[in-house]
Protein backbone atom coordinates (compact mmCIF):
# COMPACT_ATOMS: atom_id res chain seq x y z
CA UNK A 1 0.00 0.00 0.00
CA UNK A 2 1.35 3.26 -0.75
CA UNK A 3 1.50 5.80 1.24
CA UNK A 4 3.18 8.58 -0.82
CA UNK A 5 1.74 8.63 -4.82
CA UNK A 6 2.67 11.06 -7.32
CA UNK A 7 0.08 9.84 -9.76
CA UNK A 8 1.69 11.62 -12.91
CA UNK A 9 4.32 9.91 -14.23
CA UNK A 10 5.30 12.78 -16.62
CA UNK A 11 5.00 16.54 -17.39
CA UNK A 12 6.14 18.71 -19.99
CA UNK A 13 5.94 22.28 -19.76
CA UNK A 14 7.13 25.40 -22.25
CA UNK A 15 10.18 27.33 -20.91
CA UNK A 16 8.94 30.16 -19.14
CA UNK A 17 5.48 28.32 -17.84
CA UNK A 18 4.50 27.19 -14.45
CA UNK A 19 5.06 23.77 -13.63
CA UNK A 20 2.95 21.79 -10.94
CA UNK A 21 3.70 18.68 -9.51
CA UNK A 22 1.75 16.65 -7.71
CA UNK A 23 1.58 14.58 -4.43
CA UNK A 24 -0.83 12.79 -2.44
CA UNK A 25 -0.28 10.66 0.89
CA UNK A 26 -2.10 8.67 2.88
CA UNK A 27 -0.89 8.70 6.95
CA UNK A 28 -2.31 11.66 8.32
CA UNK A 29 0.71 10.73 11.18
CA UNK A 30 2.77 12.66 8.48
CA UNK A 31 4.89 15.40 9.92
CA UNK A 32 7.47 16.51 7.28
CA UNK A 33 7.51 16.92 3.91
CA UNK A 34 10.00 17.19 0.86
CA UNK A 35 10.69 17.52 -2.18
CA UNK A 36 13.88 16.38 -4.52
CA UNK A 37 15.17 16.39 -7.83
CA UNK A 38 16.94 13.44 -9.74
CA UNK A 39 19.22 14.06 -12.37
CA UNK A 40 20.05 10.58 -14.58
CA UNK A 41 23.30 9.37 -12.65
CA UNK A 42 23.33 11.47 -9.84
CA UNK A 43 21.26 10.94 -6.57
CA UNK A 44 18.37 12.82 -5.45
CA UNK A 45 19.04 16.47 -4.22
CA UNK A 46 17.09 17.99 -1.78
CA UNK A 47 15.07 21.12 -3.43
CA UNK A 48 12.02 22.39 -0.92
CA UNK A 49 10.21 21.15 2.15
CA UNK A 50 7.40 21.92 4.29
CA UNK A 51 6.35 21.06 8.05
CA UNK A 52 2.60 20.13 8.61
CA UNK A 53 2.32 23.14 10.96
CA UNK A 54 2.81 25.36 7.45
CA UNK A 55 1.00 25.59 4.36
CA UNK A 56 2.95 27.22 2.20
CA UNK A 57 6.80 27.59 1.92
CA UNK A 58 8.61 29.42 -1.10
CA UNK A 59 12.12 29.90 -1.71
CA UNK A 60 12.95 31.31 -5.25
CA UNK A 61 11.15 30.03 -8.36
CA UNK A 62 9.90 27.06 -5.87
CA UNK A 63 7.02 27.11 -4.12
CA UNK A 64 5.42 24.26 -1.82
CA UNK A 65 1.70 24.29 -1.24
CA UNK A 66 0.59 21.90 1.19
CA UNK A 67 -3.37 20.75 2.05
CA UNK A 68 -3.72 18.96 4.87
CA UNK A 69 -7.42 18.37 5.01
CA UNK A 70 -6.87 17.14 1.13
CA UNK A 71 -4.08 15.31 1.77
CA UNK A 72 -2.20 16.48 -0.77
CA UNK A 73 1.59 18.44 -1.75
CA UNK A 74 2.06 20.55 -4.82
CA UNK A 75 5.33 21.69 -5.88
CA UNK A 76 5.47 24.92 -8.34
CA UNK A 77 7.68 25.90 -10.13
CA UNK A 78 7.61 29.23 -12.04
CA UNK A 79 9.12 30.14 -14.43
CA UNK A 80 10.56 26.60 -15.34
CA UNK A 81 13.82 26.41 -16.95
CA UNK A 82 15.07 23.47 -19.37
CA UNK A 83 17.73 23.03 -16.58
CA UNK A 84 14.54 21.83 -14.24
CA UNK A 85 13.82 18.64 -16.57
CA UNK A 86 14.52 15.59 -14.38
CA UNK A 87 12.56 13.42 -12.22
CA UNK A 88 10.79 15.36 -8.52
CA UNK A 89 10.03 13.04 -6.09
CA UNK A 90 8.21 14.02 -3.32
CA UNK A 91 8.91 12.38 0.15
CA UNK A 92 7.43 12.15 3.90
CA UNK A 93 8.99 11.21 7.09
CA UNK A 94 6.46 10.59 10.00
CA UNK A 95 9.82 12.47 12.45
CA UNK A 96 8.50 15.72 14.26
CA UNK A 97 9.71 18.62 12.65
CA UNK A 98 11.84 17.26 10.13
CA UNK A 99 14.16 15.48 12.65
CA UNK A 100 15.50 12.47 11.69
CA UNK A 101 13.95 9.79 10.53
CA UNK A 102 13.27 7.69 7.62
CA UNK A 103 12.19 9.02 4.12
CA UNK A 104 8.80 7.44 2.43
CA UNK A 105 9.26 9.00 -1.52
CA UNK A 106 6.66 8.59 -4.27
CA UNK A 107 7.58 6.65 -7.21
CA UNK A 108 8.46 10.32 -9.19
CA UNK A 109 7.53 12.55 -11.47
CA UNK A 110 9.42 13.61 -14.55
CA UNK A 111 9.22 16.99 -15.77
CA UNK A 112 10.53 18.19 -19.15
CA UNK A 113 10.80 21.89 -19.75
CA UNK A 114 10.82 22.47 -24.03
CA UNK A 115 12.41 25.75 -24.88
CA UNK B 1 34.08 19.03 1.63
CA UNK B 2 33.62 15.60 0.19
CA UNK B 3 30.09 14.27 -0.71
CA UNK B 4 28.42 11.22 -0.27
CA UNK B 5 30.77 8.16 -2.42
CA UNK B 6 29.34 4.94 -3.57
CA UNK B 7 31.06 2.20 -4.93
CA UNK B 8 31.01 0.40 -7.19
CA UNK B 9 29.00 1.98 -10.03
CA UNK B 10 27.81 -0.90 -11.51
CA UNK B 11 27.68 -4.30 -10.85
CA UNK B 12 26.40 -7.76 -12.04
CA UNK B 13 25.59 -10.68 -10.59
CA UNK B 14 24.08 -13.73 -10.36
CA UNK B 15 20.77 -15.04 -8.98
CA UNK B 16 22.15 -16.75 -4.98
CA UNK B 17 25.38 -15.20 -4.94
CA UNK B 18 26.34 -12.40 -2.59
CA UNK B 19 27.26 -8.80 -2.74
CA UNK B 20 28.79 -6.00 -1.01
CA UNK B 21 28.51 -2.26 -1.96
CA UNK B 22 30.08 0.33 -0.08
CA UNK B 23 29.72 4.33 0.88
CA UNK B 24 31.68 7.18 2.14
CA UNK B 25 29.70 9.82 3.68
CA UNK B 26 29.78 13.62 3.74
CA UNK B 27 32.30 14.91 5.74
CA UNK B 28 31.05 15.51 9.04
CA UNK B 29 28.16 13.44 9.13
CA UNK B 30 27.77 10.31 11.44
CA UNK B 31 24.37 8.66 10.36
CA UNK B 32 24.13 6.81 7.19
CA UNK B 33 20.87 5.32 5.58
CA UNK B 34 20.41 3.02 2.72
CA UNK B 35 17.76 3.03 0.29
CA UNK B 36 16.69 0.39 -2.78
CA UNK B 37 15.41 2.07 -5.94
CA UNK B 38 14.02 -0.36 -8.23
CA UNK B 39 12.76 0.41 -12.08
CA UNK B 40 10.19 3.10 -12.00
CA UNK B 41 9.55 3.26 -8.33
CA UNK B 42 10.58 5.80 -5.67
CA UNK B 43 13.42 4.89 -3.24
CA UNK B 44 12.81 2.61 -0.38
CA UNK B 45 14.08 2.47 2.82
CA UNK B 46 16.47 -0.58 3.78
CA UNK B 47 17.83 0.89 7.19
CA UNK B 48 19.90 3.56 9.23
CA UNK B 49 23.17 3.14 11.23
CA UNK B 50 24.30 5.68 13.66
CA UNK B 51 27.46 4.97 15.35
CA UNK B 52 28.08 1.96 13.90
CA UNK B 53 24.62 0.95 15.34
CA UNK B 54 21.40 -0.12 13.33
CA UNK B 55 19.17 2.60 14.03
CA UNK B 56 15.51 2.00 12.01
CA UNK B 57 14.86 -0.59 9.44
CA UNK B 58 12.10 -1.05 6.92
CA UNK B 59 10.73 -4.13 5.13
CA UNK B 60 13.48 -5.91 3.98
CA UNK B 61 14.61 -9.74 4.76
CA UNK B 62 17.16 -10.36 7.11
CA UNK B 63 19.49 -11.21 3.90
CA UNK B 64 19.91 -7.62 3.61
CA UNK B 65 22.35 -6.50 6.45
CA UNK B 66 24.87 -4.00 7.08
CA UNK B 67 27.80 -2.32 8.85
CA UNK B 68 29.16 0.94 9.43
CA UNK B 69 32.35 1.13 10.53
CA UNK B 70 34.25 4.04 12.67
CA UNK B 71 35.06 6.52 10.17
CA UNK B 72 31.22 6.61 9.39
CA UNK B 73 30.96 4.55 6.12
CA UNK B 74 29.15 2.17 5.67
CA UNK B 75 28.43 -1.26 3.55
CA UNK B 76 25.24 -2.84 2.63
CA UNK B 77 25.66 -6.66 2.42
CA UNK B 78 22.71 -8.32 0.47
CA UNK B 79 23.09 -12.72 0.77
CA UNK B 80 21.34 -15.23 -1.50
CA UNK B 81 20.02 -12.56 -4.24
CA UNK B 82 16.86 -12.81 -6.00
CA UNK B 83 16.30 -11.32 -9.23
CA UNK B 84 13.84 -8.87 -7.52
CA UNK B 85 16.86 -7.05 -5.99
CA UNK B 86 17.99 -5.60 -9.41
CA UNK B 87 18.11 -1.90 -8.62
CA UNK B 88 20.09 1.40 -7.88
CA UNK B 89 20.78 1.27 -3.99
CA UNK B 90 21.33 4.38 -2.99
CA UNK B 91 22.92 5.57 0.77
CA UNK B 92 22.27 9.46 2.28
CA UNK B 93 24.24 10.70 5.10
CA UNK B 94 23.43 13.35 7.69
CA UNK B 95 24.21 14.29 10.86
CA UNK B 96 21.92 13.39 13.37
CA UNK B 97 21.43 17.27 14.65
CA UNK B 98 20.85 18.07 11.36
CA UNK B 99 16.89 18.24 9.67
CA UNK B 100 15.80 15.70 6.84
CA UNK B 101 16.47 18.16 4.18
CA UNK B 102 20.00 17.70 5.00
CA UNK B 103 19.96 14.21 4.31
CA UNK B 104 22.59 13.98 1.51
CA UNK B 105 22.46 11.17 -1.15
CA UNK B 106 25.20 9.77 -3.27
CA UNK B 107 25.12 8.52 -6.88
CA UNK B 108 24.04 5.29 -6.21
CA UNK B 109 25.21 1.87 -7.17
CA UNK B 110 23.27 -0.05 -10.00
CA UNK B 111 22.85 -4.01 -9.34
CA UNK B 112 21.82 -6.46 -11.86
CA UNK B 113 20.79 -9.40 -10.77
CA UNK B 114 20.85 -12.14 -13.71
Known amino acids: DQQVKQNSPSLSVQEGRISILNCDYTNSMFDYFLWYKKYPAEGPTFLISISSIKDKNEDGRFTVFLNKSAKHLSLHIVPSQPGDSAVYFC??????????????FGKGTKLSVKP | ETGVTQSPTHLIKTRGQQVTLRCSSQ?????VSWYQQALGQGPQFIFQYYREEENGRGNFPPRFSGLQFPNYSSELNVNALELDDSALYLC?????????????FGPGTRLTVL
Open chain 2, 92 to 104: ASSSPQGPLNEQF
Open chain 1, 91 to 104: AASLAPGGSQGNLI
Open chain 2, 27 to 31: SGHNT
